[in-house]
């Protein structure tokens, strides 16, 4: 049985944060990841593929649609990034409720196809649920976390403008990719009218202008392809494999294991302490046992509650530090339901060049430390401004391309990120009869929307026509895709944090209240969900506790 300083579950965003922290600290790490192994620039294998070059012209045939319904459906899947993502039959689980659960199975997970957008919490997201008597208190505020923020944000690289905004505050920000002509002008139409809606640049974790330490990382400036979920040769978005791990391994003390998928997280009842990690071998079916002294789950939300779930033992019959039976209960997600679009006359004379990768930001005004909607809770807003290419009538000859060349006027376009409301009914549990090709239980999720997410949607709707009509768009239409929730992909929660233990599974350091040397550090650690996106969040976490954990080793209390 090998031994390690400590182990991380999980290679993606959160777990490439755990092994470049304790790595660098001076730790011997094993990094599991159940999926592939995936190495920077040498497996993009559709970096530099041309459109035409795709058998399919970058989508994926009606028969294959129809094996995958649920990952066919997810954003940014196509033939050219079919390759980070697990197809239906080869992972399945028992959906008691709709639940599309998008997954990324190779090292670096899905820090290679995330969205990066990068905004901070603030004060009040972390404030709301006492505040406002959902779910329970976060047992840390916006200062606990606002050093973490920065010591990830330098490193990563995230682009953005210092905008003032309380409800969205300012971090170390690159340069940002500026508002094109249509965005500024309904920048300054929502302040004029409203005065308290700020629409800004996206913060994204995108080299606009790299650093030393990017350099230093061998990344280079973001080409501006807006083809980053192919994966980015010039390292120019930030992913676990360009970045955190490379970094990790420099040090000498990284080991990743690929094909590795993690059973269970052993118990040693003497100790009163996790002894180690028990592995099967995704390929041989080999099980293989590795001992650590401290142990990170990073597994992605869903699958850090599964492996929680199914480590059993006397002292914890019902999963590992799970004593007052809540593990994999509140689990939320972010509302993506309601999105809207307009015409914008004019500007015509004005185009942009190049494809812009960030998209723009109108901060959550809603519910900020007063409620003043009929719902609690709020959303951020993405949107953006763009010419598309003019629908050209059939023809031939010269005419006809100079047509399909011309572009159209400007469409603008916004989509909503709401914040879901913890609720115990929103829960994953073990399967009691089905089980993987590995012998593990199946994960069953139970999770749908409530009224408050369906009045939330309802104001989204009516607000973006409103802001859309005061911008001046013409043509406007709002929408509600009603999609099942898990198509955002920020699955969050079942194993919260929490002042008490009996109403939470971690302290404020995302230690197990009942097992002090597992940290959980990725989605499942969420105590709500809030409106931001949340992967920055999780970054910064798990720095934090990625050197609480050294320091607590070598002060021999772990």
Wanted: hydrophobic share 35%; proline share 5%.
């Amino acid at each position: 049985m090998p031994d390690f300083d400590a182990i991380v579950i999980g290679s993606g965003i959160s777990g490439g944060w755990a092994a470049k922290e304790l790595c660098e600290k001076g730790l011997k790490t094993l990094v599991l990841e159940r999926g592939r192994n995936i190495e920077h620039i040498s497996d993009y294998p559709t970096a530099f593929t041309e459109p035409w070059e795709f058998k399919h012209r970058n989508t994926h045939p009606r028969q294959y649609k129809q094996e995958n319904p649920l990952i066919s459906k997810a954003a940014g899947y196509n033939e050219d990034t079919a390759h980070f993502f697990v197809q239906d039959k080869d992972h399945p689980y028992v959906q008691e409720k709709p639940f599309d659960w998008i997954r990324g199975y190779q090292v670096g997970g899905k820090s290679l196809i995330w969205g990066r957008a990068c905004q901070r919490w603030s004060e009040y997201e972390f404030k709301a649920p006492a505040q406002f008597g959902y779910g329970i208190d976060w047992p840390i505020r916006y200062p606990d976390v606002a050093s973490w923020y920065s010591h990830v944000e330098k490193f990563i690289g995230v682009c953005g403008h210092k905008d003032g905004i309380e409800a969205m505050p300012d971090g170390e920000f690159l340069p940002p990719i500026e508002l094109n002509c249509v965005e500024k002008a309904l920048q300054e139409k929502f302040l004029q009218h409203y005065k308290n809606r700020y629409l800004v640049q996206g913060r994204w974790a995108q080299l606009t202008e790299p650093n030393a330490v990017h350099l230093e990382q061998g990344r280079g400036r973001c080409q501006r392809r807006n083809l980053c979920m192919r994966g980015c040769p010039y390292g120019g978005y930030f992913s676990s494999v360009t970045s955190t791990l490379p970094w990790a391994k420099k040090t000498g003390n990284l080991t990743i294991r690929p094909d590795s998928v993690v059973h269970s997280i052993l118990y040693d009842e003497k100790s009163g302490k996790a002894s180690g990690v028990r592995v099967i071998d995704a390929n041989t079916k080999e099980v293989i046992e590795y001992k650590a002294r401290v142990i990170f789950v990073n597994a992605s939300a869903l699958n850090s509650n599964l492996i929680l779930l199914n480590s059993q033992s006397k002292r914890f019959p019902n999963g590992l530090g799970n004593d007052n039976g809540l593990l994999g209960k509140y689990i939320g997600f972010h509302i993506y339901r309601g999105s809207a679009h307009g015409e914008m006359p004019g500007y015509e004379d004005k185009y942009v060049y190049g494809k812009n990768p960030v998209e723009c930001i109108l901060a959550n005004f809603r519910n900020l430390g007063k409620q003043d909607t009929d719902f609690m809770g709020g959303y951020t807003t993405f949107m953006g401004a763009y010419r598309a290419r003019r629908d050209a009538a059939e023809g031939i000859g010269a005419d006809y391309k100079k047509a399909l060349s011309e572009p159209r006027g400007w469409e603008v376009y916004m989509y909503m990120q709401g914040e879901s409301m913890p609720n115990e009914n929103n829960h994953v549990r073990l399967s009691t009869d089905q089980k993987d090709q590995w012998g593990i239980p199946l994960l069953v999720t139970s999770v749908g929307y409530d009224d408050n997410a369906e009045k939330m949607v309802a104001d989204f709707l009516t607000q973006s026509r409103e802001m859309l009509e005061v911008a001046g768009c013409q043509n406007i239409s709002t929408h509600d895709n009603k999609q099942a929730p898990g198509l955002d992909i920020h699955e969050m929660g079942g194993v919260r944090m929490g002042r008490d233990p009996k109403t939470s599974l971690l302290n404020e350091w995302n230690q197990l209240h009942h097992c002090k040397n597992v940290f959980v550090t990725d989605g499942a650690c969420m105590t709500s969900t809030g409106n931001q996106s949340p992967s920055i969040l999780y970054m910064a976490l798990t720095a934090r506790a990625a050197n609480h954990a050294v320091a607590e080793l070598k002060a021999g209390k772990l």
